[in-house]
Nanobody
Framework: VQLVESGGGSVQSGGSLTLSCEVS????????MGWFRQFPGQEREGVAT???????SYAESVQGRFTISQTNSKNTLTLQMNSLKPEDTAMYFC????????????????????WGQGTQVTVSS
């Protein structure tokens, strides 16, 4: 599975950005996908994930502001980010791996196999 992110950039606080992840390779029904972010000097943390059944999970810090979605073919994963805050500034990564449930995927980034190269999101106050 190959993942390529796009859509990062700079925006003012309160603004919106949409991240996209193009997925290629063998996309199987139990594939979970999600967005993670990494602050300088810290481990990656889960932002939003979606499982093979369409179930979604969000980090508490983005609940109600971010929305994850994917095309029916699962070739494109999208993260719509609204009401952005300076504390959302980070490198954002797309990830995929087999899983049963989106919540497990969200809280176990260290156990995931497939990653994109990342895209920077910067929110200024």
């Amino acid at each position: 599975v190959q993942l390529v992110e796009s859509g990062g950039g700079s925006v003012q606080s309160g603004g919106s950005l949409t991240l996209s992840c193009e997925v290629s390779g063998y996309i199987y029904s139990t594939l979970c996908m999600g967005w993670f972010r990494q602050f300088p000097g810290q481990e990656r943390e889960g932002v939003a994930t979606i499982d093979g059944y369409g179930g979604t999970s969000y980090a508490e810090s983005v609940q109600g502001r971010f929305t994850i979605s994917q095309t029916n073919s699962k070739n494109t994963l999208t993260l719509q980010m609204n009401s952005l805050k300076p504390e959302d500034t980070a490198m954002y990564f797309c990830a995929a791996d087999a899983c049963v449930e989106s919540r497990w995927f969200l809280v176990n980034p260290s156990r995931l196999e497939y990653w994109g190269q990342g895209t920077q999101v910067t929110v200024s106050s």
